[in-house]
């Protein structure tokens, strides 16, 4: 098969929809097919290797500081520029694919369906959260909403995301749920285990708490580093390792230092994947406070190494807390207290994630799965693409 990816990023960068594209082509490529791609440069510098080749088209310029119909009016030129660029230079790799795989929204993505259309092709689109949480319908339909409409299958990071989706209007045939990969590397470790790695990566700690998300307003960390006041005064050695960079790193040290915990909270920054696994791992409790989620991979990734979590109930906490139950624990988002008795309660008995919820990240997260998965979306994808070519 000759399948043609369209992103809008690919690692080093660490977006859901640049690591998703990368692993679905490394799982072709094992399985023989041609794989290619057409993204804008990563953010965090080329990548060493990919499962194919590559066409890159750099994001829209930057525009300087007009104003008014000076600045609308830049804006339109820049946008015709880029659409034409992406139609001239990302359309021989639409061409030669036999399926078209669309990741996300944004002009790259919208242009790449026209591309498409106009090639003929089958196209299955990913919709991994931002794209329908913030989608608005219009009186005269966007590119957006005709790459929806126009795709061939359209596949949902989440089944929260999907429902949601057809809460605004977008039902249509073609829709399911292609839930993210958990890799390998986030192993189960049982409490002699996690034990151990907390002793060689130097955590002395009684009890261990890992966030990992980018320091944003909608990851919720400042409610967290709030109610770390009141799991110290309940659990005096408890640490936090907070893994992700971003705007609120400042504000986060300042509120920790108010609050008296800077002692208790590391921020570690940006952190590879390998270490994260070894941090989840190490863990007592992965906590996820934040406001809006469609399917947390981080979360995910903790209880593969055996470690519950506590979310706040945003869609992507609560579909997880259905799925695994009591491993993912529910409070209310900006719920300081809440928040910190569901982390006090789980450090007063420690335990590990039960074998159900292995089996449910073998069945449905693992990469095997995740694979299959999509291989049923691309057979679908190419039978009803085919069987309307046939009709009309």
């Known amino acids: 098969?000759?399948?043609?990816?369209?992103?809008?990023?690919?690692?080093?960068?660490?977006?859901?929809?640049?690591?998703l594209p990368w692993h679905l082509g490394e799982w072709g490529r094992a399985a023989g097919d041609a794989v290619s791609f057409v993204a804008h440069p990563p953010r965090a510098g080329m990548p060493a290797s990919l499962p194919g080749p590559v066409v890159w088209l750099p994001s829209r310029h930057a525009l300087n500081e007009t104003s008014g119909r000076e600045a609308v009016r830049a804006?339109?030129?820049d946008s015709l520029r880029a659409a034409w660029r992406i139609w001239r230079e990302a359309g021989p790799a639409i061409r030669q694919a036999e399926i078209v795989h669309i990741h996300s929204?944004?002009?790259?993505?919208?242009?790449a369906g026209v591309v498409a259309r106009a090639a003929r092709k089958p196209t299955v689109l990913t919709l991994y959260g931002t794209e329908i949480w913030h989608y608005r319908p219009k009186p005269a339909p966007d590119l957006f909403t005709r790459l929806y409409r126009g795709a061939t299958e359209i596949t949902f990071y989440s089944q929260g995301l999907l429902d949601y989706a057809r809460e605004k209007g977008l039902d249509r045939a073609g829709l399911r749920v292609a839930y993210p990969p958990v890799a390998e590397q986030f192993a189960f470790h049982d409490t002699t285990a996690r034990d151990r790695l907390r002793g060689r990566l130097g955590l002395?700690?009684?009890?261990?708490?890992?966030?990992?998300?980018?320091?944003?307003?909608?990851?919720?960390?400042?409610?967290?580093v709030e109610a770390m006041r009141l799991v110290v005064d309940a659990h005096p050695d408890t640490h936090l390792i907070v893994c992700g960079t971003g705007s609120l790193l400042s504000e986060l040290q300042s509120v920790a230092e108010a609050f008296g915990v800077a002692s208790h909270i590391t921020f570690a920054g940006l952190v590879e994947n390998a270490l994260v696994a070894r941090y989840c791992a190490a863990s007592d409790l992965f906590v996820l406070p934040s406001m809006l989620?469609?399917?947390p991979t981080v979360a995910l990734e903790a209880l593969a190494t055996g470690t519950p979590v506590v979310s706040s109930?945003?869609?992507?906490?609560?579909?997880?807390?259905?799925?695994f139950g009591?491993?993912?624990?529910?409070?209310?988002?900006?719920?300081?207290?809440?928040?910190?008795?569901?982390?006090v309660r789980a450090l007063d008995a420690p335990r590990r994630t039960r074998?159900?919820?292995?089996?449910?990240?073998?069945?449905?997260?693992r990469p095997a799965a995740v694979d299959r998965t999509f291989r049923e979306v691309y057979v679908d994808a190419l039978e009803r693409f085919y069987r309307g070519a046939r009709r009309s």
């Open 1 to 19: 098969m000759r399948i043609c990816h369209v992103t809008p990023h690919l690692p080093p960068d660490q977006a859901a929809n640049a690591l």
């Open 75 to 77: 804006r339109r030129l």
């Open 105 to 111: 929204n944004g002009l790259l993505a919208e242009m």
């Open 204 to 224: 002395p700690h009684r009890h261990l708490l890992v966030n990992v998300k980018r320091l944003h307003p909608l990851a919720g960390q400042r409610y967290l």
């Open 293 to 295: 989620e469609a399917c």
């Open 313 to 323: 109930d945003n869609p992507g906490g609560v579909e997880l807390n259905a799925l």
């Open 326 to 343: 009591e491993d993912v624990a529910v409070v209310p988002r900006k719920h300081v207290e809440a928040l910190a008795l569901a982390i």
């Open 355 to 365: 074998p159900a919820t292995e089996t449910v990240l073998a069945e449905r997260f």
